[in-house]
């Protein structure tokens, strides 16, 4: 079992900044890609950023590159998300997921545990 626990969301205005962190728990977490993906009222849950296990290469959803950063600390056994220049439709459920794969990971599926969320909200 791994345990996710996410914290650092909230409301913050367009053009703001948040920082997202995730505490994890439960499995070699430094053999683990990790990722966030996000969820707004209504729509499917969708990708927003990867990290290899090691955190020398990452990924991103096309809405966010150059805005949101990923990073990780495998001795701290934690993954934050970076958001900048947010916009409203930034809003969402943001959630911390892992994968029992090493490689960078943007599909769902292959992610095996999952946060319980935070709340982001971006006002205009």
């Known amino acids: 079992q791994v345990q996710l626990v996410e914290s650092g969301g909230g409301l913050v205005q367009a053009g703001g900044s948040l920082r997202l962190s995730c505490a994890a728990s439960?499995?070699?977490?430094?053999?683990?890609?990790m990722g966030w993906f996000r969820q707004a009222p209504g729509k499917e849950r969708e990708f927003v950023a990867t990290?290899?296990?090691?955190?020398?290469?990452?990924a991103y959803a096309a809405s966010v590159k150059g805005r949101f950063t990923i990073s990780r600390d495998n001795a701290k056994n934690t993954v934050d998300l970076y958001m900048n220049s947010l916009k409203p439709e930034d809003t969402g459920v943001y959630y911390c997921?892992?994968?029992?794969?090493?490689?960078?990971?943007?599909?769902?599926?292959?992610?095996?545990?999952w946060g319980q969320g935070t709340q982001v909200t971006v006002s205009s």
């Open positions: 997921a892992s994968s029992n794969l090493a490689g960078l990971q943007i599909a769902r599926m292959n992610y095996d545990f």
């Open positions: 439960g499995r070699t977490f430094s053999r683990s890609a």
């Open positions: 990290i290899m296990w090691s955190g020398t290469n990452t």
